[in-house]
DNA sequence: GTTATATTGGGGCATATGCCTGTATAAAAG
DNA sequence: CTTTTATACAGGCATATGCCCCAATATAAC
């Protein structure tokens, strides 16, 4: 893209959007050859620093600030493609605990040699102080009780 | 939302991502009433600000910095409810003008009470200084050429 | 134990997002 | 003037996001 215009909005929000919109365009191209989405690395990602103890489908969307029906249809892909498993759990019926595959952990590996280029230029582009001050604000603004 | 428990995800875009569904329900509850969802919100806030000159898709696209299908999608059930409107362009018969209808105009004015709302929680919530510094950061990264 | 309540997740619905490809129109090349 | 190239947008495809309502299961109240 070239010489981006852009009003100047007040809403916090729609910034926001804007800049995920941004940001996750950058990050699409770099994971592409690798067959995974931005958000199917982070789902991977999340399940690989839970191996030791799977979540439940409730804890994972916690974890991943995301609505519960969101992050099942989100797994829908990654089930089909045997990145992901479902294993009932053992004492409560309800409840199915996420678990990443062999498949799943080979992808991911690939996949996180790009998603370090797509971290180095982001942080080309901002600086490094700011991008990691900038990560700082959001994760506290994702999981602030208040909201 | 209670106790909201989260990793501390290195990736700069998953950050980004958990925040912009956060801060999106948000918006969304608030804006619930109005019938509008924030991107519409944002959309028509945009087409009132040219209102005297209306913009073509492509310009459109560039200042929400948003895929050009991606606008096409969202314009559509704006259309649909008659709150926007194209018009062909005048001298270019590839190009459509996207305006705001006077439904569209009175649908907005309804929901911006709705919106200050939610911006005023925004701010309780991180502080107005933060929330200001945030959002600055946020629109340079959002409209950096560099990416 | 039976009933009431709460939790877990699934399915349907609608919008949001961007890619790729195609079509129509305009502008440039010759 | 015809051909080529560039631009503007539409449509199909896939994922992303969250709401609502529902069924199944578990826990609490009695």
């Known amino acids: 893209m ?5 009003s100047h909005v007040p809403c916090y929000c729609a910034v926001l959007r804007k800049a995920v919109r941004r940001v ?3 990050y699409d191209a770099k994971l592409k050859d690798s067959g995974l989405k931005t958000t199917q690395f982070s789902l991977l990602g999340e399940l690989r620093r839970h191996r030791t103890a799977p979540l439940t489908m409730n804890e994972l969307a916690e974890y991943l600030v995301m609505d ?3 992050l099942g ?3 829908r892909p990654l089930l089909r493609r045997r990145l992901v498993a479902l294993k009932p ?3 409560d019926g309800r409840t199915r605990r996420v678990t990443i595959t062999a498949r799943g ?3 991911f590996a690939n996949a996180e040699k790009l998603w370090e280029k797509a971290q180095k230029e982001y942080e080309a582009v901002i600086g ?3 991008a990691v001050a900038l990560r700082s604000a959001l ?3 994702a999981t602030s009780d208040a909201l």
Do not use: F, G, W, Y
């Open 24 to 26: 996750s365009v950058l």
């Open 128 to 130: 490094k102080p700011a």
């Open 68 to 70: 519960r029906s969101t």
């Open 105 to 107: 952990e080979a992808k």
């Open 2 to 6: 070239v010489k981006q215009i852009s």
């Open 89 to 91: 759990d053992a004492v």
């Open 73 to 75: 249809h989100n797994l």
């Open 139 to 141: 994760q506290k603004l």
